[in-house]
């Protein structure tokens, strides 16, 4: 039978009519009605977990600064440094959830599926104020080669500590009596083909390697600190004004992952894990704050005022344990001058690759990576005293990557949206760039003092 047709009913087609109609013009499409998960259109290679992203940024972090925290208690104390490290890792922690943030919004906004640090400062100024948007490629700009030159301070930082192990290990057993510079341009023949290697799934064997070896060496190096501790009235549990500056600088150097985190958000299934509470954020850098303080004060106590950049510097020169753990660091940071050279190389291609014939793409990287190879080096060799480099590239470097540039951003992204009741979120991103000028500056004063007073 067939079935019995509804008649027409003039009142429901105007309904209809005019419901389409008013969709249409609100919303264009039906699609447009889902909001953007930005998640969702990420490449299927980018699959990390929450527990994968903590594991990557824990192992980011804890680099070759959780040595050097003994030195920034030194110019600190031990109360002053124990206080100084929470607050630095609480501003620290909260300048790269403010940089997440940012990128995550400006993701569902624009449509993308993901963003790195530089995008994100670029397409902030490119939407923020009409004044401010003339700035948008100096903003990116900026980004870009403050994470390229924190690079390759971290690398003339690598070269000081592996030359300087590796003169006290033949030292003691009877190696030629040279200088550090000499072991700093030595370095050459291990660093020269190392960093010709272009992919980087070649260094991932070695890579995981050395975090296990890594850890063995903090392990060493904290047994040693611990072993026979003097009593803690013998150290300096405040020091004067002076030494704050150049705490803040090692702090910032050791603390600062800020480089790494966008890649590491960027690779995960559910990034919105990220942030909150706890999150992977929160948790990592928990872990970061109170490792690193516990490193400083018990290095600081142990070695006191004669403490060196490098925690296992000052081990033992008689035992085969120390020398064993000198050997792993120097080896570790080998692997780590390959793998944090990466950084630069890629800033510094980007900028050429399109102004160099293709058939000559091969030679000009060979010619480019040789070229900053030598450059670091040559500056590690030129001056080699460990602590200048980590003070002036966590005052210069960190200072505007890690701090002011993510300040900034955000303000502008906010401006004329949301800044928050008595405009709370400008006042404190104000805040926050005062304070990284003033450490900016006076860090690099004090760096530069000190270069002078001791070359």
Not at 112 to 124: I, M, Q, R, S
Not at 363 to 375: A, N, T
């Amino acid at each position: 039978m067939e079935e019995q047709k509804q008649p027409a009913s003039p009142i429901r087609d105007v309904a209809d009519a005019y419901s389409s109609k008013v969709d249409l013009a609100c919303n264009g499409s039906r699609e447009d009605l889902d909001p953007y998960v930005p998640a969702e259109h990420r490449p299927i290679t980018s699959s990390t977990s929450s527990f994968g992203a903590l594991a990557h940024l824990l192992k980011a972090s804890l680099g070759s600064g959780v040595l050097a925290m003994p030195l920034a208690f030194k110019n600190a104390g031990l109360v002053v440094g124990c206080f100084g490290t929470f607050i630095i890792g609480f501003i620290c922690a909260h300048v790269v959830h403010v940089l997440v943030k940012t990128s995550q919004q400006l993701c569902t906004e624009m449509k993308k599926p993901a963003l790195g640090y530089a995008e994100t400062c670029d397409l902030v100024f490119q939407n923020g104020p009409k004044p401010v948007r003339k700035f948008a490629p100096f903003a990116r700009e900026l980004a870009d080669w403050a994470l390229a030159f924190t690079h390759l301070g971290a690398c003339c930082v690598y070269t000081v500590v592996v030359a300087e192990s590796f003169k006290q290990i033949s030292d003691v057993y009877g190696g030629p009596v040279w200088s550090v510079k000499i072991y700093c341009a030595l370095t050459l023949v291990i660093l020269i083909p190392l960093c010709q290697i272009t992919k980087l799934k070649y260094l991932v064997p070695f890579s995981a390697i050395a975090n296990v070896v890594w850890l063995v060496s903090i392990c060493i190096s904290i047994y040693y600190c611990l072993r026979d501790p003097p009593n803690v009235s013998e150290r300096n549990l405040a020091t004067s004004i002076s030494g704050i500056p150049t705490f803040i600088s090692t702090c910032l150097f050791a603390m600062e992952g800020i480089g790494v985190v966008m890649p590491i958000e960027n690779e995960m299934s559910k990034p919105h894990q990220f942030l909150g509470c706890p999150g992977v954020l929160n948790i990592a850098m928990s872990a970061v704050a109170v490792l690193y303080a516990f490193v400083g004060f018990t290095g600081y106590l142990s070695f006191g005022e004669g403490v060196r950049g490098s925690l296992t510097l000052n081990l033992p020169q008689e035992e085969i344990l120390a020398q064993t753990a000198k050997v792993l660091v120097a080896s570790v940071m080998i692997l780590s001058y390959a793998l944090v050279y990466y950084v630069p190389v890629d800033v510094v291609w980007r900028r050429v690759q399109d102004k160099i014939p293709a058939r000559h793409h091969r030679w000009s990287m060979g010619l480019i990576r040789l070229s900053g190879v030598l450059l670091t080096v040559g500056i590690a060799t030129a001056v080699p005293r460990l602590e200048l480099f980590m003070e002036l590239v966590g005052a210069v470097c960190l200072s505007v990557m890690g701090l002011l540039l993510p300040a900034v951003t955000e303000t502008v992204w906010r401006w004329g949206k949301d800044l928050g009741p008595y405009h709370w979120i400008l006042i404190k991103n104000v805040l926050i760039c005062v304070f990284s000028i003033v450490a900016m500056v006076s860090g690099v004063a004090y760096a530069v003092m000190s270069m002078i007073n001791k070359l």
